[in-house]
């Protein structure tokens, strides 16, 4: 061994210059905080830099262990975030295809949506943001914690078009036609993440800024709307799923998905919009209502959410802040969390994140964690609380 550092190699100009001939290359057109780096190559275009920061990211792996709907279950066939990323970027990216969009941003938007979601999904983000903001006066939410993961806690300078797609995806809100607004500068969108972070709901009135952006923003909804249906049969809170309306879009997931995808591109295709006709849109939303009515705030849920997940939320928050401004650098929050952060954030010359505001770095932190590691450091601190019980296999 002779202790010389590998360097990455290059194609030639050659052959280069012929590839990009051959494929009709064209510059994506990729905005980023530091454009000396993360230059794109034919190999590694500027999107698809985006897509492997967020895959090689350390919270990417936490998907693999944060609910979707359904918490402390023990079954394997029920849907992770790690799941859902990858349907919406498949439908999109099936949509995306024929509308002849850049697929590689919305792979990254698509894989990046949900980076930041708290454990125990919307539930556990609605029970951070109430002690957050009991806190701080500021509101916390999963999209714009997404961005805070990717572009602030480890700064992997990501382009902007794929951070407005991460922050303005908002599944919750539906609309009939997404026309993209114009794609402002760094410090406009600062701004903007900013109003999120102060102005109450702020953040569901966006609309992404590239077309990509709002196909994703739609796919999101396809894709959980007709598999929680399926999870809530899995999960034997619903019968199966011919209790809900069945019309032209459908109640199965499958044909859901189809009939979105067909209804989207008959109505977006050559436009500057993405759009849903009327009879499909009002569908759709009489879908996520019902899903709202025998699923989400259905007892065997809601009961787990409020009386199990909730208070555990508001103990472990105050017993984190504690042992932080304790500054005992023995305790959890130092161990496994700011030192965490600090090593993988050095490769990209961030500061010391102990700078950070002592409720950001325990939101930071309760954010990040997969539902078992929750449960585990709740248990850890607080051994005499009743035994979690998850529902069995069996």
Known sequence: MDGKKAEYLSLSKELTEKIKYDINYKPSGEIRRDKEHDRATLWRPAFVRDVEKILHSPYYNRYCD?????????????????????????????????????????EAISLGHDIGHTPFGHAGEKFLSEIYHSQTGRYFCHNVHSVRVLDKIFGYNISLQTLDGILCHNGEVELDKYKPGSLASFDEFDKTVEKCYTEKDFSSSLTPSTLEGCVVRICD??????????????????????????????????????????????????????????????????????????????????????????????????????????????????KQHIDFVNKNRKYYGAGDYLDTPPDDIVTDFIASMTDDYFVDIFQHYFPKEKTIEYKPYF
């Not at 799941?83 to 941003?105: E, T």
């Open 66 to 106: 944060k609910t979707q709907v359904f918490s402390l279950y023990k079954n394997d066939d029920l849907t992770r975030r790690s799941l859902h990323v990858q349907i919406v970027s498949r439908i999109a990216r099936n949509i995306g295809r024929i509308l002849g969009l850049d697929l590689d941003l919305i």
């Open 221 to 334: 909804i396809i894709a959980y709307i007709g598999k929680d249906r399926q999870d809530a049969v899995r999960a034997k809170i619903i019968p199966d799923d011919d209790i809900f309306a069945a019309g032209l879009l459908g109640k199965f997931n499958a044909v859901i998905i189809n009939n979105m995808i067909v209804n989207i591109i008959e109505n977006s295709y050559g436009k500057d919009y993405i759009k849903i006709d009327k009879e499909i849109f009002d569908e759709l939303s009489k879908g996520k209502s019902e899903n709202y009515s025998y699923i989400y705030q259905s007892s065997a849920v809601a009961d787990i959410n409020q009386k199990i997940i909730s208070p555990m939320f508001t103990k472990l928050y105050f017993k984190l802040l504690s042992d932080l401004k304790s500054g005992i650098k023995n305790t959890l929050i130092y």
